[in-house]
Protein backbone atom coordinates (compact mmCIF):
# COMPACT_ATOMS: atom_id res chain seq x y z
CA UNK A 1 0.00 0.00 0.00
CA UNK A 2 1.56 3.75 -0.86
CA UNK A 3 1.81 5.70 1.67
CA UNK A 4 2.56 9.63 1.67
CA UNK A 5 4.24 10.80 5.10
CA UNK A 6 5.51 13.94 7.04
CA UNK A 7 8.92 13.76 9.40
CA UNK A 8 9.43 16.03 11.87
CA UNK A 9 13.31 16.87 11.95
CA UNK A 10 15.66 17.42 15.11
CA UNK A 11 15.95 21.04 13.43
CA UNK A 12 11.84 21.62 13.85
CA UNK A 13 11.87 21.28 9.59
CA UNK A 14 9.15 19.30 8.01
CA UNK A 15 10.18 16.82 5.39
CA UNK A 16 7.12 15.16 3.35
CA UNK A 17 7.73 12.22 0.56
CA UNK A 18 5.77 9.01 -0.02
CA UNK A 19 6.41 4.95 0.28
CA UNK A 20 5.45 1.43 0.21
CA UNK A 21 6.35 0.68 3.61
CA UNK A 22 6.67 3.81 6.16
CA UNK A 23 7.75 1.51 8.68
CA UNK A 24 11.18 0.53 6.82
CA UNK A 25 11.62 3.59 5.39
CA UNK A 26 11.29 5.42 8.74
CA UNK A 27 14.28 3.24 9.66
CA UNK A 28 16.01 4.03 6.23
CA UNK A 29 15.68 7.72 7.39
CA UNK A 30 16.85 7.66 10.41
CA UNK A 31 19.76 5.45 9.31
CA UNK A 32 21.17 7.82 6.90
CA UNK A 33 19.84 6.35 4.36
CA UNK A 34 16.82 8.64 3.34
CA UNK A 35 16.70 11.63 1.54
CA UNK A 36 20.43 13.87 1.53
CA UNK A 37 17.21 16.76 3.49
CA UNK A 38 17.08 14.26 6.29
CA UNK A 39 20.56 13.10 6.74
CA UNK A 40 21.67 16.65 7.76
CA UNK A 41 18.76 16.64 10.89
CA UNK A 42 18.53 13.35 12.01
CA UNK A 43 16.97 12.08 14.19
CA UNK A 44 13.42 12.15 12.74
CA UNK A 45 10.21 11.43 13.85
CA UNK A 46 7.30 10.22 12.13
CA UNK A 47 4.08 12.64 12.58
CA UNK A 48 1.75 12.23 9.50
CA UNK A 49 0.84 9.38 7.07
CA UNK A 50 -1.80 8.72 4.98
CA UNK A 51 -2.88 5.92 2.94
CA UNK A 52 -3.62 6.19 -1.16
CA UNK A 53 -4.92 3.19 -3.70
CA UNK A 54 -1.80 3.86 -5.72
CA UNK A 55 2.15 4.84 -5.82
CA UNK A 56 1.45 7.88 -8.60
CA UNK A 57 -1.83 8.81 -5.94
CA UNK A 58 0.39 8.96 -3.26
CA UNK A 59 3.15 10.80 -5.43
CA UNK A 60 0.32 13.58 -6.79
CA UNK A 61 -0.45 14.01 -2.32
CA UNK A 62 3.12 14.35 -1.72
CA UNK A 63 3.35 17.30 -4.21
CA UNK A 64 0.82 18.77 -3.10
CA UNK A 65 1.57 18.39 1.02
CA UNK A 66 5.31 20.32 -0.15
CA UNK A 67 2.99 22.96 -1.20
CA UNK A 68 1.27 23.82 1.83
CA UNK A 69 2.34 26.43 4.02
CA UNK A 70 3.95 24.92 7.58
CA UNK A 71 0.76 26.09 9.70
CA UNK A 72 -0.98 24.00 7.36
CA UNK A 73 0.92 20.65 7.39
CA UNK A 74 0.60 21.60 11.22
CA UNK A 75 -3.01 21.48 11.27
CA UNK A 76 -2.96 18.33 8.91
CA UNK A 77 -0.83 16.51 11.45
CA UNK A 78 -2.81 17.48 14.28
CA UNK A 79 -6.18 15.85 12.23
CA UNK A 80 -4.02 12.78 11.84
CA UNK A 81 -3.97 12.10 15.42
CA UNK A 82 -7.52 12.77 16.13
CA UNK A 83 -8.71 10.25 13.79
Sequence with gaps: ??????????DGTLYTGWTT???KRLIAH???KGA???RARLPVEL?????????????MRENNIK???R????????TNFEK
Design 71 to 78: SEKEKLIE
Design 21 to 23: DVH
Design 47 to 59: VYWEESSTRSEAQ
Design 30 to 32: NEG
Design 36 to 38: KYT
Design 67 to 69: KLK
Design 1 to 10: MPYTYILKCS
